[in-house]
């Protein structure tokens, strides 16, 4: 069972607050993700949950037990470091058995737990090798088989892939989520690749300088975002933000569109612009339109569409896809 | 991670290296300070009294201690001189590919771990000596009369051992820091159009500044207070020809037994040496921040 | 150099380094030599062969009067340096990992005491080593160069502590490690090989140290500085035999001074330059 419940956590180093009051249910199983920009405290949050920073003010609770006083070994909790935070010193069999030799369990159990947890990583050839012998990905593994062997009550990952290479991302994504389906286990996972978070998570929660813009599944934080911070957030390439005499025109004071949903037409349309830079990825075309009187707007085309610099071209936007916002940012 | 407990706990495990030292900073320093207000000869132990500035007064008029001065700042000066420069040519030297690095290192760099007496010994004995040393040998050979260098340079033959001893120390040194110089800074200024000198002033020299500060603080640090060199050589001679602060210092405690004198000399040397350390300290100060 | 040098650059360049990287390890060298010769040839005159024989060897070490120095060198070096560590390491621990606003003034206030010229206390610690019976002795000697040496051997530590990642720690208190686990089971294997260099560091500088050992020392605590200043006035008919003994009183450090010299680097820089 692995259920988390946040109470007005309030955390402050000092006198700079970093996060004023987070409240957050996480279920038991569910694969949670704090995304957000550098700074905005989701790295803090996370640490507080696992108890390596002290809250200053709030309560957490694992399975509706009070932790907030307990020290980070008791609360049953595994956390995967972003630097993987393997000892050097140790062979991959022991950084895995570290945990469980803490725990004072005997030989052989350590060692039969040892090696499923290498089995299911594909570590087994590995375990004789120290941490400066492996690849990237290797590490990473180990620090995921360390986390697993405590068989914890949710697994914590910091930024677990923001040190290996575009390509090796995509797989151990991949191998994440498979993971979870494994396991069954609560994950909290902390990111500021929005693609992560929307990929893996069942539940997303946006934070923006310590406040909780808004917490949803992916595909409702896509679909209605409830104000400009998490509708910039979400979505790449980025919503377009309009405002002035077209927003009023449309009736809110600041109008999203996202690129995907822009109708191009080189005849007609409601808006004309000249396209500045075409970027062709193949599978999709993203250009970046000048439109008078309105501004820089993104759309995407498919690939075929055929438009290059200095062309004129028509935009229409979805009006189903229109997202408006008051003059506070949020969405009307 | 600081929490009160660990601060707690913080304190007592720094405080016997904080009490010890503090202990052997003061003590013995207020004693000093408080000799030097006193008449105190070690041969007449019952005649003590209060002499006020006397002692101060008596060193600086005594023409052993400018002496003493100026041979302490020709000491430092000297070898700071050859140190650094020379620091800096074997650094260059050392930086560029060579067959049998390693070994060319640790020919270099041995002179900084021969304790100084036997330094001083050898030097003495073997190079410098008029009648059975290299140097006579070599002067011989060249149809030139041996210099006997402790009594004809007896201050410039304490300055070359002393060198000798330190300049791999600033080799060291300065080799580290340019080892740590990006590559693509030097080869940035050579498509700039800049050669070989221009790169050496203007992008490895400033670059090597700091190294340079921080061996001139640290070898300043040391060469106040060079002893056992002169000691074993020319014991200060001929006259006061050789002799540094500190060793003066010494003569007067341990040789003329005059306790009063040679504390008002300590006290001069702390000054001295407070003066430098300022300097150094800041220094190094600025590489705690990072 | 990241481009390829020409080969003739190259060996110009080693030929240059070679040439005086010999002229300044001559003094080294030539005392070696000597201690080869017999009495007569290291009057002789410069000549680099040797005639290979060891008997002054033989004959120093046959000699007590120069084991003593010897053994006393070991003891004080080795003593001062472990008592410094016992003393230094719960120090730098604490301000590497508990660091407060005072840690970087205590540090720096350490270093100052390093530079305080030894005769500026010459005449109270001599006074007082005289009064309390420490003159002469292993003990009182081993005390001033701990207290001489422990701003070095604090620094030391402090910079290979502060090293060590913080996550690593964190991993462990995580993976349930309890405080005195954490620092014998991951902290203290990761600060070995920092603690193995200060020490071989240290060793160092007792063993060189020239001003108190030949000042607060006589017959019975001299070590071999001392020992060997006293010769100073050589009556020029045992140059070899004192080649041998220089020879025997520099090669431990000298050898041990050949692997540290990264050490050397970061302990006498207190850091400022790695």
Redo the contacts between chains.
């Keep these: 069972m692995g259920s988390i419940s946040l109470q007005k956590v309030h955390k402050a180093f000092g006198n700079t607050v970093v996060i004023p009051e987070v409240n957050l249910e996480i279920a038991d199983n569910e694969f949670v993700v704090f995304v957000g920009p550098s700074g905005c405290g989701k790295s803090t949050l996370l640490r507080l949950i696992a108890g390596l920073e002290d809250m200053t003010g709030g309560t957490i609770s694992i399975d509706g037990k009070d932790v907030t006083r307990e020290p980070p070994a008791r609360r049953g909790l595994s956390m995967v470091f972003q630097s993987y935070a393997l000892y050097p010193h140790m062979t991959v069999y022991g950084n895995i058995a570290f945990p469980l030799k803490m725990a004072g369990m005997e030989k052989s159990a350590i060692d039969t737990k040892v090696r499923d947890a290498a089995r299911i990583l594909n570590l087994t050839d590995y375990l004789e090798r120290r941490p400066g012998q492996l690849s990237g990905g290797q590490r990473q593994r180990v620090a995921i088989g360390r986390a697993i062997v405590r068989e914890p009550k949710a697994f914590l990952f910091d930024e677990p892939l923001s040190n290996l290479d575009a390509a090796l991302r995509g797989s151990m994504r991949l191998e994440i989520s498979e993971l979870h389906h494994k396991l069954q286990t609560t994950m909290i996972y902390v990111t500021h690749d929005q693609i992560e978070a929307m990929t893996m998570a069942d539940k997303i929660v946006v934070l923006n300088a310590g406040n909780v813009e808004q917490v949803g599944s992916p595909l409702e934080l896509y679909r209605n975002p409830q104000n400009l911070f998490v509708a910039g957030f979400i979505g790449s390439p980025r919503m377009n933000f309009l405002q002035g005499e077209t927003a009023r025109k449309l009736g809110a004071a600041t109008i999203g569109i996202r690129p995907e949903h822009l109708e191009l037409s080189t005849s007609e349309g409601l808006w004309k612009g000249e396209v500045g830079v075409a970027e062709h990825l193949g599978s999709d075309t993203f250009l970046h339109i000048d439109v008078a009187g309105v501004g820089q707007i993104t759309a995407r085309a498919d690939g075929e569409f055929a438009l290059r610099h200095g062309e004129t071209v028509y935009l229409s936007p979805v009006e189903k896809q229109l997202h408006r916002f008051n003059d506070e940012g949020r969405a009307i | 991670m600081a929490t009160r407990q660990t601060r707690t706990l913080a304190r007592f495990m720094m405080a016997p290296s904080v009490v010890l030292l503090l202990i052997w900073m003061i003590v013995p320093l207020a004693m000093t300070l408080w000799f030097s207000f006193q008449n105190y000869n070690l041969l007449m132990p019952a005649n003590r009294s209060f002499a006020g500035f006397f002692n101060y007064i008596y060193f600086y008029t005594d023409p052993a201690f400018f002496q003493s001065i100026a041979n302490t700042l020709a000491i430092v000066l000297g070898v700071l001189a050859i140190t650094v420069i020379g620091g800096i040519l074997l650094a260059l030297l050392l930086d560029q590919p060579i067959f049998g690095q390693g070994i060319v290192r640790i020919l270099i760099i041995s002179p900084f771990f021969v304790m100084p007496p036997v330094a001083a010994l050898v030097w003495k004995n073997m190079i410098m000596h008029p009648g059975y040393g290299v140097f006579a040998d070599i002067s011989r050979f060249l149809g030139l009369r041996p210099i006997d260098w402790f009594a004809q340079y007896p201050l410039l033959s304490i300055i070359i051992i002393v060198a000798w001893q330190w300049l791999p120390f600033a080799t060291l040194i300065l080799l580290t820091a340019l080892q740590s110089l990006d590559e693509e800074q030097k080869e940035a200024a050579e498509m700039d159009g800049a050669g070989a000198v221009s790169r050496f002033i203007y992008i490895i020299l400033p670059h090597l500044a700091r190294a340079i500060t921080v061996v001139i603080l640290i070898e300043t640090i040391f060469l106040l207070a060079v002893y056992a060199e002169i000691l074993v050589t020319t014991n200060g001679g001929p006259g006061y020809a050789s002799t540094n602060l500190a060793f003066l210092v010494y003569r007067t405690a341990l040789l003329s037994y005059d306790i009063g004198g040679a504390s008002a000399g300590g006290v001069i040397a702390v000054v001295l040496a407070n003066i430098v350390a300022l300097f150094l300290m800041r220094a190094v100060g600025k590489n705690l921040d990072r | 150099?990241?481009r390829a040098?020409s080969s003739r650059r190259?060996?110009i360049?080693?030929i240059?380094?070679?040439v005086?990287?010999?002229v300044?390890?001559?003094?080294?060298l030539?005392?070696v030599i000597?201690s080869l010769k017999t009495e007569r040839e290291a009057?002789d005159?410069?000549s680099l062969i040797p005639s290979g024989t060891f008997e002054n060897y033989v004959e120093v070490q046959a000699q007590r009067d120069y084991w003593k120095p010897f053994t006393n060198s070991v003891i004080i070096s080795i003593g001062s340096t472990l008592i410094g560590l016992v003393?230094?390491i719960?120090?730098a621990?604490?301000?590497a990992?508990?660091?407060?606003k005072r840690t970087?003034d205590?540090?720096?206030?350490?270093?100052?005491?390093?530079?305080?010229?030894?005769?500026?206390?010459?005449?109270?610690?001599?006074?007082?080593f005289r009064d309390t019976g420490l003159l002469d002795t292993r003990l009182g000697l081993t005390i001033v160069l701990t207290?001489v040496n422990?701003?070095i051997i604090?620094w030391m530590l402090y910079t290979y502590f502060r090293e060590i990642?913080?996550?690593?720690l964190?991993?462990?208190?995580?993976?349930?490690?309890?405080l005195m686990?954490e620092i014998v089971?991951?902290l203290t294997?990761?600060a070995v090989p920092g603690i193995a260099s200060t020490l071989l560091l240290n060793i160092?500088l007792a063993?060189?140290e020239?001003?108190w050992t030949?000042?607060l020392t006589a017959a019975n605590a001299a070590p071999?500085?001392?020992f060997?200043?006293s010769?100073?006035s050589?009556l020029?008919l045992f140059?070899a035999k004192?080649?041998a003994a220089?020879t025997l009183?520099?090669a431990p450090?000298?050898i041990?001074?050949?692997f540290s010299?990264k050490q050397?680097?970061r302990g006498?820089?207190?850091?400022?330059?790695?």
């Design positions: 150099m990241a040098v190259k060996t360049v080693t240059v380094a070679w005086i990287a010999f300044i390890f001559f003094p080294i030539y005392t000597t009057i005159g410069i003393i230094a719960p120090a621990w604490a301000m990992f508990s660091p407060t970087k205590i540090l720096m206030w350490m270093l100052s005491t390093k530079m305080m010229p030894a005769v500026g206390v010459l005449v109270p610690l001599y006074l007082l207290l422990l701003p604090v990642p913080g996550e690593i964190e991993a462990a208190r995580m993976d349930g490690a309890s686990k089971y991951v294997p990761m160092i063993w060189n020239s001003f030949i000042r071999l500085t001392a060997i200043a010769f100073s050589p020029g140059w004192l080649s220089s009183a520099i450090v000298l041990m001074g050949w010299q050397l680097v006498l820089t207190f850091g400022a330059v790695k």
